[in-house]
């Protein structure tokens, strides 16, 4: 999984879950401006894809390389793309795919790389799992994910910044400059 399919290339035949965390990169350095009053921000960014599916081929290797091996939490992705896939809630739904298409392999005695991914996706739709991009499966992922942050702590609180509603905002503990980042804007690889 590339950039390309968080933002552009979102709907996949092979969908096997769905993705939405923002793409995050913690600032690499903290410079103080020449008079001092001021602390600049380097190299960090926070951008909001839409929501996007999860392709079946990003947790299979390529059957030359290896047979019979799913891999959840460090799927095929570039850096970009593994700053958003990277959390518990992508994970339990990969987790989910995964585990059904291991039952579904060895029971029709095929590799994981030969499983029938419309089979896989009639069972995670039983299943209850959201994966494809379509009106009941946001209304589900939605739920989803209100539960599940009802629990965490608000991101950027605490002594090191906070961040606003309106787009987002990072301000120094200085209380000088502000980063601003919109999903308008292209993140450099």
């Known amino acids: ?12 035949p092979d969908s096997i879950a769905l993705g939405c965390f923002p793409v995050d990169s ?9 008079d ?4 600049v ?15 079946y081929r990003a947790l299979v290797p390529k059957a030359a390389e290896c047979d019979n091996l799913l891999v959840t939490s460090a799927l095929s992705s570039s850096r970009v793309a593994c700053n958003s896939l990277r959390v518990e809630p992508t994970w339990m739904m990969l987790g989910e795919a995964a585990g059904i298409a291991a039952a579904m392999a060895q029971k029709d005695k095929k590799t994981v790389q030969r499983v029938n991914v419309s089979g896989l996706q009639k069972r995670l739709q039983e299943a209850g799992v959201p994966f494809k991009n379509h009106e009941g499966s946001l209304a589900l992922f939605s739920a989803l994910l209100e539960s599940l942050t009802q629990f965490a702590a608000p991101v950027g609180s605490g002594p090191r910044g906070e961040l606003g509603v309106e787009g987002v905002k990072r301000k120094s503990r200085a ?8 999903s308008e804007q292209s993140i450099a690889p």
């Open 175 to 182: 209380g000088g400059g502000v980063d601003k980042v919109n």
């Open 36 to 39: 001092g009053k001021e602390v």
């Open 26 to 34: 913690h600032v690499v350095r903290r410079l103080a401006t020449p």
């Open 41 to 55: 921000n380097e190299g960090g960014f926070l951008v909001i894809p839409p929501i996007y599916e999860i392709q």
């Open 1 to 12: 999984m590339t950039q390309r399919d968080l933002f552009k290339d979102i709907v996949k």
